[in-house]
């Protein structure tokens, strides 16, 4: 099976930086698109970004500028280096990815992380 493991939440000061990362392992044959979600208190969860194996990428408008994902393909993984942090971004934030596997159920399937609470505060 596959499994994804975020690291790098914190609690940290509006206008401080922060650095997700990911790091898909297990059964894995090729990974397609992965991304970064969000889950703020009492929200739907939402895309923040998202990149293709190729390096396209996409974001949430509200984190355009401030939030950049970059894909490690040799060491699968995934960071999102956020900065300019706003309480607004307060969130338990997720990995995700698209993964064909070497074991069942072999076609390609959604996985996700655990997630890692990300707090911005006073």
């Known amino acids: 099976q596959v499994q994804l493991v975020e690291s790098g939440g914190g609690l940290v000061q509006p206008g401080e930086s922060l650095r997700l990362a990911c790091t898909a392992s297990?059964?894995?044959?090729?990974?397609?698109?992965m991304g970064w979600y969000r889950q703020p208190p009492g929200k739907q969860r939402e895309l923040v970004a998202a990149?293709?194996?190729?390096?396209?990428?996409t974001y949430a408008d509200s984190v355009k500028g401030r939030f950049t994902i970059f894909r490690d393909n040799a060491k699968k993984m995934v960071y999102l280096q956020m900065n300019s942090l706003k309480p607004e971004d307060t969130a338990v934030y997720y990995c995700?990815?698209?993964?064909?596997?070497?074991?069942?159920?072999?076609?390609?399937?959604?996985?996700w992380g655990q997630g890692t609470q990300v707090t911005v505060s006073s």
């Open positions: 995700n990815a698209e993964i064909s596997s070497t074991s069942w159920p072999y076609r390609r399937n959604t996985y």
């Open positions: 297990g059964s894995i044959l090729v990974i397609n698109t």
């Open positions: 990149a293709t194996s190729g390096g396209s990428t």
